[in-house]
C-alpha cells in the first residue's frame, strides 16, 4: 500500500515538474517483453525450460518408480509377514521423503537460477539504457 502511494506520489511529482520544465524527454521501456524476445531473453527462457523440463521428468520417473513400488508391496502384503511389510513400507516413505527433499532442493536452486539471471539482464540492460539516454538526450527511462 505505501509502496503504491509513494509510486503515485513520485508520477505526480514527475508530472509537475516535467511541465514545468516542458523539454525534457521521457521514455518507457516494458522489461519483461525485452526479456521474453531478445536473443540474450530467449536463450535464458530455454535454458529456465530445459532445467525446469528436466526436473520435472526426474518427479514422473520417481512417481512411476514409487507408484510400482507400493503395488508390488501392496500384492505381497498377504504372502510376506507383517513385520516385513512395515520395514518395506517405511522404507518406501523414507525414499519418497528423501526424494521429496531433493526435488525440493532443486527447485529452489531453479529459482534462484532464475533469480540470478534476470538481475543480471536487468544489470546488463541498464547499462544499454544508459548509453541510449545519453546520445538521445533522455532524461528519465520509466
Known amino acids: 500500500m505505501i509502496k503504491k502511494i509513494f509510486t503515485i506520489?513520485?508520477?505526480l511529482n514527475f508530472l509537475v515538474t516535467s511541465s514545468l520544465y516542458g523539454q525534457e524527454k521521457l521514455a518507457f521501456i516494458d522489461i519483461n517483453y525485452i526479456f521474453n524476445n531478445s536473443e540474450v531473453g530467449k536463450?535464458?527462457?530455454?535454458?529456465?525450460?530445459?532445467?525446469?523440463?528436466?526436473?520435472?521428468?526426474?518427479?514422473?520417473?520417481?512417481?512411476?518408480?514409487?507408484?510400482?513400488?507400493?503395488k508390488t508391496l501392496l500384492t505381497q502384503k498377504n504372502v510376506i509377514s507383517e513385520?516385513?511389510?512395515k520395514k518395506k513400507f517405511s522404507e518406501l516413505e523414507k525414499?519418497?521423503?528423501e526424494y521429496n527433499s531433493?526435488?525440493?532442493?532443486?527447485n529452489k536452486d531453479l529459482n534462484n537460477f532464475k533469480r540470478k539471471v534476470r538481475?543480471?539482464?536487468?544489470?546488463?540492460l541498464n547499462k544499454i539504457l544508459e548509453v541510449y539516454s545519453k546520445k538521445n538526450s533522455i532524461s528519465m527511462i520509466l
Open 9 to 11: 506520489i513520485f508520477f
Open 43 to 70: 536463450k535464458i527462457n530455454k535454458e529456465i525450460q530445459k532445467k525446469s523440463k528436466k526436473i520435472n521428468s526426474e518427479l514422473t520417473e520417481f512417481q512411476k518408480k514409487i507408484d510400482t513400488e507400493k
Open 83 to 85: 513385520e516385513e511389510y
Open 95 to 97: 525414499n519418497l521423503n
Open 102 to 106: 531433493i526435488i525440493s532442493k532443486k
Open 119 to 124: 538481475v543480471e539482464f536487468s544489470k546488463n
